[in-house]
Nanobody, 120 residues
Framework: QVQLVESGGGLVQPGGSLRLSCAAS????????MGWYRQAPGKQRELVAA???????NYADSVKGRFTISRDNDKNTVYLQMNDLKPEDTAVYYC??????????????WGQGTQVTVSS
C-alpha cells in the first residue's frame, strides 16, 4: 500500500518562503515520476512541478525561477521549495507519485493535500 504524507503548508506573507515535504511509504525510485499539483478554489488541479526517476524536472511557467522540486532517495521524500510566494500561489498542494508502465497504463497515488495560503 502506497502512502504519501505531505507536510509544510501554512500561512505566509507575500514574498515569503515555504518548503513542502512528501514522505512516501515505499522507495521513491519505484515511481516513474513524482510531483506536486495544486488546486485553488473554483479551479482545476494543475501541475506545479515534477521530477522523473532519472532526476529530470519540469515546472509550470507560473512558478519557474521561484519553486524548486528535489528528492532525497534515502529518506523517500520529495520536497518543494517555494520562494517569493505570491497570493496567486494560494491553494491546496497535493503530492503525486505515478507509475507508468510500458503499455502506457498509468497508476497515480495522491497525498491528502496541504494548504498553502499567501496573504498579508
Amino acid at each position: 500500500q502506497v502512502q504519501l504524507v505531505e507536510s509544510g503548508g501554512g500561512l505566509v506573507q507575500p514574498g515569503g518562503s515555504l518548503r513542502l515535504s512528501c514522505a512516501a511509504s515505499v522507495s521513491v525510485l519505484s515511481f516513474s515520476t513524482m510531483g506536486w499539483y495544486r488546486q485553488a478554489p473554483g479551479k482545476q488541479r494543475e501541475l506545479v512541478a515534477a521530477i522523473t526517476g532519472g532526476g529530470v524536472t519540469n515546472y509550470a511557467d507560473s512558478v519557474k525561477g521561484r519553486f524548486t522540486i528535489s528528492r532525497d532517495n534515502d529518506k523517500n521524500t520529495v520536497y518543494l521549495q517555494m520562494n517569493d510566494l505570491k497570493p496567486e500561489d494560494t491553494a491546496v498542494y497535493y503530492c503525486n507519485a505515478a507509475k507508468i508502465f510500458l503499455t502506457g497504463r498509468r497508476t497515480d497515488y495522491w497525498g491528502q493535500g496541504t494548504q498553502v495560503t499567501v496573504s498579508s
